[in-house]
Nanobody
Framework: QVQLMESGGGLVQAGGSLRLSCVAS????????MGWYRRAPGKQRELVAT???????NLVDFAKDRFTISRDNDKKMVYLQMNSLKPEDTAVYYC???????????????WGQGTQVTVTS
């Protein structure tokens, strides 16, 4: 069974930093894109950043100047370094990965359970 597990969330004051990590576990062929989404209270889930298996990154506007996404393919991990955090960054952050199953070689979207990030003013 393929699973994604996030870590690194927590409570931080505005202007502070957090680093989120996510590891993929289980037996599978390969991982294509990985990324991070978030869901703020009362809002829909939104994209934060993605990174391809080759390291090409895409960050949405609110993240471009403050967040960095990276990955370690050998460790099957993706990271989100968040700096200059603002109260509006408060949300549950979800890890995402496009993973190919051994059974049929098909890529499927997988999601972690989420990690809470709370930024106080």
């Amino acid at each position: 069974q393929v699973q994604l597990m996030e870590s690194g969330g927590g409570l931080v004051q505005a202007g502070g930093s957090l680093r989120l990590s996510c590891v993929a576990s289980g037996t599978f062929l390969s991982i294509n894109d990985m990324g991070w989404y978030r869901r703020a209270p009362g809002k829909q889930r939104e994209l934060v950043a993605t990174i391809s298996s080759g390291g090409d990154t895409n960050l949405v506007d609110f993240a471009k100047d403050r967040f960095t996404i990276s990955r370690d393919n050998d460790k099957k991990m993706v990271y989100l370094q968040m700096n200059s955090l603002k109260p509006e960054d408060t949300a549950v952050y979800y890890c995402y990965a496009d993973i190919a199953w051994i059974q049929d070689y098909r890529f499927r979207a997988h999601w972690g359970q989420g990690t809470q990030v709370t930024v106080t003013s």
